[in-house]
Structures are given as structure tokens and as C-alpha cells.
T-cell receptor, first 115, second 109 residues
Framework: DGGITQSPKYLFRKEGQNVTLSCEQN?????MYWYRQDPGQGLRLIYY???????QKGDIAEGYSVSREKKESFPLTVTSAQKNPTAFYLC??????????????FGSGTRLTVV | EDQVTQSPEALRLQEGESSSLNCSYT??????LFWYRQDPGKGPEFLFT???AGEEKEKERLKATLTKKESFLHITAPKPEDSATYLC??????????FGTGTKLQVIP
């Protein structure tokens, strides 16, 4: 059964700590994305990747980093430079880089809390 | 700047009481208008893509329509399992996708 797996489901970060959120897909999709969801706001794009070893900043990339070494995997690191990281993080993929053709498939999300 | 505005923020319906959710958009060169369903603590689930004014798509009790300024998600005879937050998003192409803040629907038995 194809889909996107995000882990962990819940993550707690201490001040000054870097944490990495995992995202794996077995849909053979080319493009992958990271979105952040906050209460009362629409989803905001953090980073996206249309092909292995290439990725681009989205609207709110500051304090985050990504890698795309394999087609299936697109991990997100929340660094200590991100001052307000508490949010629900969603990984998504699309068959091609033109999401309007196919829409996104989303993972089940990771809820990150600063303690 | 592209904008997508959804109304109402929350909607409470009795089971079987049909209604519509609104999505107003200003998206330059609209290439696609999406509807997603999101359950609490879960990722959004794709429902529909609409590409041009006048287009309609249906899935079970849901029907999505598109005009040049708005999209509507019509819910006919809803059931409690239709309770969720419904998200609308518009794209002018490739990575520029603008999401609305959603309408939280509650269907009471």
C-alpha cells in the first residue's frame, strides 16, 4: 500500500537543540514538500524538492534545512535558529513538480513542541 | 499576492441538512483549485482538483464547483463521518500553492 510515512508522530525539542523529522514515500513521486501548519493559518511551504540532490526554499525556510539524497526520502531538520518551531509539520509529495496536475499526497504529520 | 479565503470558519449541521462551504480566491493565472479534507491530528486527504470555471466534480455526498472568483463545496445530506476540516488551495503553477485556513464542519447525529 503506497503512501507517505512521517516519523515521529510527536517530537519535543529543548531550547538550542536541532531535531530531524523523517519523511519517506513509496509512491515513486518525483517531487516532495515540507509544509508547516499553525492554528488559524493556511499551510505554509518550508522547502520543496523536484529531483534528487536538488531542493529549493519555500516561503518560510529560515531556521530549517533539508536534504534529498534518495528519491524516497526528504528529511527536515529544525535548527536552533528557528525561534518559534512549535507547529504541526506535514510532508507531501506529487507525481511531478507540477502539483496542479495531480495534487499532493500528504503524510500524517509530526507535531513538534518546544519544552 | 495570491489569496484564498474560506468561509465560514466553522459550520455545524444536523445530519441530513445540506449546505455549502465557500472558497474565494485571487490567484494569478489559476492553473488548479484543490479541495482537501483533514481530520484532527492527520494530514490532508485529497478530494478534488478543478481547472476551469464551470467545472464540477462529485464524490459521494460532496460536489465541488468553480467560478472565476469562487469555489463551492456542496455537502448533500451529510453524515457524522463527514465531520472534518475542509481546506481549499489555489495554484498559479508549480510550487506556488496558496492554502486557505479551512472550514471546520461538525455534523450532529
Amino acid at each position: 500500500d503506497g503512501g507517505i510515512t512521517q516519523s515521529p508522530k510527536y517530537l519535543f525539542r529543548k531550547e538550542g537543540q536541532n531535531v530531524t523529522l523523517s519523511c519517506e514515500q513509496n509512491l515513486n513521486h518525483d517531487a516532495m514538500y515540507w509544509y508547516r501548519q499553525d492554528p488559524g493559518q493556511g499551510l505554509r511551504l518550508i522547502y520543496y524538492s523536484q529531483i534528487v540532490n536538488d531542493f529549493q526554499k519555500g516561503d518560510i525556510a529560515e531556521g530549517y534545512s533539508v536534504s534529498r539524497e534518495k528519491k524516497e526520502s526528504f528529511p527536515l531538520t529544525v535548527t536552533s535558529a528557528q525561534k518559534n518551531p512549535t507547529a504541526f509539520y506535514l510532508c507531501a509529495s506529487s507525481l511531478t513538480g507540477a502539483a496542479f496536475e495531480n495534487g499532493y499526497t500528504f503524510g500524517s504529520g509530526t507535531r513538534l513542541t518546544v519544552v | 499576492e495570491d489569496q484564498v479565503t474560506q468561509s465560514p470558519e466553522a459550520l455545524r449541521l444536523q445530519e441530513g441538512e445540506s449546505s455549502s462551504l465557500n472558497c474565494s480566491y485571487t490567484v494569478s493565472g489559476l492553473r488548479g483549485l484543490f479541495w482537501y479534507r483533514q481530520d484532527p491530528g492527520k494530514g490532508p486527504e485529497f478530494l478534488f482538483t478543478l481547472y476551469s470555471a464551470g467545472e464540477e466534480k462529485e464524490k459521494e455526498r460532496l460536489k465541488a464547483t468553480l467560478t472565476k472568483k469562487e469555489s463551492f463545496l456542496h455537502i448533500t445530506a451529510p453524515k457524522p463521518e463527514d465531520s472534518a476540516t475542509y481546506l481549499c488551495a489555489g495554484t498559479g503553477g508549480y510550487q506556488k500553492v496558496t492554502f486557505g485556513t479551512g472550514t471546520k464542519l461538525q455534523v450532529i447525529p
